[in-house]
């Protein structure tokens, strides 16, 4: 599998978008996002990932392009409650025409995203990134629902993990490790927004050998 040229992501990319400019998107948390996903489609080998929240779709467009550059397809699923954002990856998958993208509208902890996946016979996910609402109840019902979704090896990424005011995202992410003893990286950012990393435990050297718990 070959490695990602990461550094050419945003130029693909910015054809996409004719607001914000280029500038914005090269900043930030989407720069972050640009490099840290990626990697870790390629590292999962994640040919199906979730998404928890739309928003402006940069995550779904990098998440479309990681899985068009690194397999040649895949799969992805857009969870949101917002039509507009919801119109906004139907845009950008127009531009992606090797990845099946599949949209769906809900709120949280009804298991929607399980229903369809179900329903579309879509297998577990090897990533599922998690950015829709921010208080815990919302936060963890997402987080809960991806875990059940993924992989035994697969990876959760869940943005925004800072404590603010109203805010119940560290909150949602520490218990959801807790209560199903999953390893946690943190990747900090300068402005607070950090990204969580959750995975199953792996086992080196226990009598389980090398295996996810």
Request: charged share 25%.
């Amino acid at each position: 599998m070959s490695e990602i040229p990461v550094p050419f992501c945003f130029d693909e990319l910015n054809d996409f978008f004719s607001k914000p400019p280029a500038s914005d998107i090269r900043s930030g948390n989407t720069l972050d996002a640009g490099i840290l996903l990626p990697y870790l489609v390629w590292a999962f080998k994640a040919d199906i990932c979730l998404e928890f929240g739309v928003y402006q779709a940069y995550t779904s467009s990098i998440l479309m392009w990681s899985m068009q550059a690194v397999f040649n397809n895949g799969t992805l699923v857009c969870f949101d409650m917002d039509d507009e954002a919801l119109r906004r990856a139907e845009r950008i998958a127009a531009h992606f025409p090797l990845i099946s993208t599949h949209l769906v509208k809900g709120v949280s902890g009804k298991n929607v995203v399980a229903k369809t996946m179900k329903r579309k016979k879509i297998g577990k996910a090897g990533l599922a990134y998690v950015d829709g609402g921010h208080s815990f109840k919302n936060a963890y019902s997402d987080l809960l629902e991806s875990l059940r979704l993924i992989r035994s090896d697969g990876v959760i990424v869940a943005h925004d993990y800072f404590n603010k005011k109203n805010y119940g995202v560290v909150k949602a992410v520490d218990k959801l490790a807790a209560d199903h003893r999953l390893q946690k990286f943190i990747m900090p950012h300068p402005r607070g927004a950090s990204f969580a990393i959750l995975r199953r435990q792996v086992d080196p050297a226990g009598k389980h050998g090398n295996k996810v718990l």
